[in-house]
């Protein structure tokens, strides 16, 4: 299959919780990216974290990688009824390939 | 980040006809770009990889000659869906690799969204 996995698959919560998106894939990966992508419309990066980085954060966003485990979770802080969107994880292959592998993506509603 | 523009953003056409979806990079030159297919509710999909000057690498099970992708300069790259038919019907997304990028972080375009009659 060329996409990993992510859950959930739709996620609704109140506005001020937080949201917690995990991401497997299966292969060896350079760095691991995520994505928003509003209804009908293109996409927006949000944040990259390479293979060798295990933590990172991007304002109220925060990316944590396991590669012994292959997965990702992204986890966005204090959540606004504008972070309505979907969410997909992105994979970039080792091995020079410069192949972005997409996952199943998950469908977030932030209720004011 | 680069800036990507895709022309049309949407387009009708009938069964049969063939239609042309333009990918360009304003502002980065690019050697490689990509041309994703996403259709409703789900994920992208990689149809193929685009290099200026050689012939496109597609994915398996998608058909090179139905999908016809020219990559002709440095700033643009298009791809063709040739005899167009309602399962055709999709997002069509294409994105810019820079050329000299060194962290390979790709810059997307909008979307083409074509619709088949």
């Known amino acids: 299959s060329q996409q990993g996995e992510e859950d959930p698959q739709a996620l609704s919560i109140q506005e001020g919780e937080n949201a917690t998106m995990n991401c497997s894939y299966k292969?060896?990966?350079?760095?691991l990216q995520w994505y928003r992508q509003n209804s009908g419309r293109g996409l927006v990066h949000l944040i990259l974290?390479?293979?060798?980085?295990r933590e990172k954060h991007s304002g109220r966003l925060r990316v944590t990688l396991d590669t012994s485990k292959k997965s990702s979770s992204l986890l966005i802080t204090a959540s606004r009824a504008a972070d309505t969107a979907s969410y997909f994880c992105?994979?970039?292959?080792?091995?020079?390939?410069?192949?972005?592998?997409f996952g199943a993506g998950t469908r977030l509603a932030v209720h004011p | 980040g680069a800036v990507v523009s895709q022309h049309p953003s949407r387009v009708i056409c009938k069964s049969g006809t063939s239609v042309k979806i333009e990918c360009r990079s304003l502002?980065?030159?690019?050697?490689?770009m990509f041309w994703y297919r996403q259709f409703p509710k789900q994920s992208l999909m990689l149809m193929a990889t685009?290099?200026?000057?050689?012939?496109?690498?597609?994915e398996q099970g998608v058909e090179k000659d139905k999908f016809l992708i020219n990559h002709a300069s440095l700033t643009l790259s298009t791809l063709t869906v040739t005899s167009a038919h309602p399962e055709d019907s999709s997002f069509y997304i294409c994105?810019?690799?820079?050329?000299?990028?060194?962290?390979?972080?790709?810059?997307f375009g909008p979307g083409t969204r074509l619709t088949v009659l």
């Open positions: 994105s810019v690799l820079p050329s000299g990028t060194y962290n390979n972080e790709q810059f």
């Open positions: 292969t060896s990966i350079n760095n």
């Open positions: 974290i390479r293979s060798n980085e």
């Open positions: 992105a994979t970039l292959l080792s091995g020079g390939y410069n192949k972005l592998i």
């Open positions: 502002d980065f030159q690019a050697t490689t």
């Open positions: 685009s290099n200026e000057g050689s012939k496109a690498t597609y």
